[in-house]
């Protein structure tokens, strides 16, 4: 059955699962307002600018969230051929699965395997550990490691690695895990990696926190140490970007 996302789930889980970003943000706006009242008046409009750059910065990042997230076709798959065939498909998430329902209805005949990587250990984002709480597991899902799949190699004809890839932090660990990919697909077989650049659209939509994304360099030097090649590449949005890989070498 196809998945029905409510209207503002996306920016509403954004907030859900970062509170404690905002509750911040509204802290040290309520400061800046409160210490206005104390300085010299010459400081006043410095102060003013400082706030209103403050709150616009905030307000940009939940408009951009909310067209990313619930405007935008990020999780209609469109840009995807509907197939009807007895094909295996490996969707991959750090802890936070929004699309392997999805992923099923649009392959219905397909043999889906879903595969959660995270490790508190090593995966220490407060918001996943939310994430996990507020919302189950596909049914069947399987905890893995990014070191070992336990998959058979050249064994699955499409791989989904949606939003969750940028998790694994350490550089070493990203282009293990990877070259567990490239084993698990099959010649001819599609990885679809989906992400948020470390870029400059990013940039105005979340000020500093688009540091917790990669730059396009960054991943093309790990698909290239895994033995990756590029297929297409698209923007699904301003924002996000899909990198179609397949093992290098093969030729359509």
């Avoid at 009807?84 to 999805?102: H, M, P, R, V």
């Avoid at 599609?190 to 990669?214: K, M, P």
């Amino acid at each position: 059955m196809e998945q029905i996302r409510k209207p503002f789930q996306g920016v509403f889980n954004i907030i859900r699962f970062n509170w404690h970003f905002y509750v911040l943000s509204i802290a040290f706006l309520l400061g800046l307002f409160i210490l206005n009242n104390y300085v010299p008046a010459k400081f006043h409009l410095y102060f003013l600018l400082f706030f209103f750059l403050t709150l616009a910065t905030t307000l940009i990042s939940l408009l951009v969230s909310y067209y990313v997230y619930d405007l935008s076709d990020l999780y209609k798959f469109n840009w995807l051929t509907d197939n009807q065939e007895k094909i295996s498909i490996i969707n991959i998430n750090a802890g936070f699965d929004e699309t392997s329902t999805l992923l099923q209805a649009k392959f219905k005949n397909a043999a889906l395997t879903v595969l959660d990587f995270y490790d508190p250990a090593k995966h220490t984002e407060v918001s996943i550990k939310r994430a996990r709480k507020a919302y189950p597991a596909y049914p069947g899902t399987r905890i893995t490691t990014t070191d070992k799949l336990e998959l058979q190699s050249n064994s699955a004809d499409k791989i989904f690695v949606t939003l969750s890839a940028h998790e694994i932090r350490d550089p070493n660990e990203r282009v293990i895990f990877f070259k567990e990919l490239h084993r698990v697909i099959k010649p001819g077989g599609q990885i679809f990696v989906t992400e948020h650049l470390r870029d400059t659209a990013n940039f105005l939509a979340y000020n500093i926190g688009f540091f917790h994304f990669l730059s396009k360099p960054s991943w093309y030097k790990v698909f290239k140490l895994s033995n990756l090649q590029i297929r297409s590449e698209q923007k699904i949005t301003p924002f996000i970007s899909t990198f179609t890989l397949e093992k290098h070498g093969i030729t359509n």
